[in-house]
């Protein structure tokens, strides 16, 4: 079980850009790494996953060094509708779906 | 596409009483799964199902009954309910394996007395 560490909270002003840093040393060869967005009595929401390097989408960036034991979630010019949890999860899908760890996340407030 | 839906929104129970709910997606998904979160937590997997028929435990199964007797339907049973699962409960479905993403539905939120 692949599980993973995040701080619990982050500050952030409206137009700065926000990294989220999330620890996994045990992932397994083929984990893959995904980031979810938790609004207040919301279910979680799919921002962006990658295996190695660096992976962009529209609306973040998610970093993964060579060792892959760490991944970094980037923010662009965040607003205050980006206040949220941010979850970071390690697993595959297919065979290990029973494996993925939500853990605590961390609480991002963005202030004006 | 509705997506993922959950019935009820909002539930209260008596200690020793026993529900389901509800959870159905139209996305033809195989993979459904009930999550379980508790106030300022993450979420915990209580049980997952890889296709009809098919269902195990997740990491808080106890006091909880799953099936899956068609793809767009996962309900989940409280047998005897009582106070430690007051919670929120989310249903989640994944599509193929090129596609891990989950996509959850908004949520049941349950009080037991």
């Known amino acids: 079980l692949a599980k993973t560490t995040q701080p619990i909270s982050m500050d952030s002003y409206e137009g700065q850009e926000v990294n989220i840093t999330c620890s996994h040393n045990?992932?397994?060869?083929?984990?893959?790494i995904t980031w979810y967005q938790q609004f207040p009595s919301q279910g979680p929401r799919f921002i962006i996953q990658?295996?190695?390097t660096k992976v962009t989408n529209e609306v973040a960036s998610l970093f993964i060094p060579a060792d892959r034991k760490s991944s970094t979630l980037s923010l662009p010019r965040v607003s205050l509708s980006d206040t949220a949890v941010y979850y970071c999860?390690?697993?595959?899908?297919?065979?290990?779906?029973?494996?993925?760890?939500f853990g605590s996340g961390t609480k991002l407030n963005v202030k004006p | 596409n509705a997506g993922v839906t959950q019935t009820p929104k909002f539930q209260v129970l008596k200690t020793g009483q026993s529900m389901t709910l509800q959870c159905a997606q139209d996305?033809?998904?195989?993979?459904m799964s009930w999550y379980r979160q508790d106030p300022g937590m993450g979420l915990r997997l209580i049980h997952y199902?890889?296709?009809?028929?098919?269902?195990d435990q997740g990491e808080v199964p106890n006091g909880y009954n799953v099936s899956r007797s068609t793809t767009e339907d996962f309900p989940l049973r409280l047998l005897s309910a009582a106070p430690s699962q007051t919670s929120v409960y989310f249903c989640?479905?994944?599509?193929?394996?090129?596609?891990?993403?989950?996509?959850f539905g908004p949520g049941t939120r349950l009080l037991v007395l």
């Open positions: 999860l390690v697993g595959v899908g297919w065979d290990n779906f029973n494996k993925f760890y």
């Open positions: 989640a479905s994944s599509g193929t394996p090129e596609k891990e993403t989950q996509y």
């Open positions: 996305m033809n998904h195989e993979y």
């Open positions: 045990n992932i397994a060869t083929n984990d893959y």
């Open positions: 990658g295996y190695k």
């Open positions: 199902s890889v296709g009809a028929g098919i269902t």
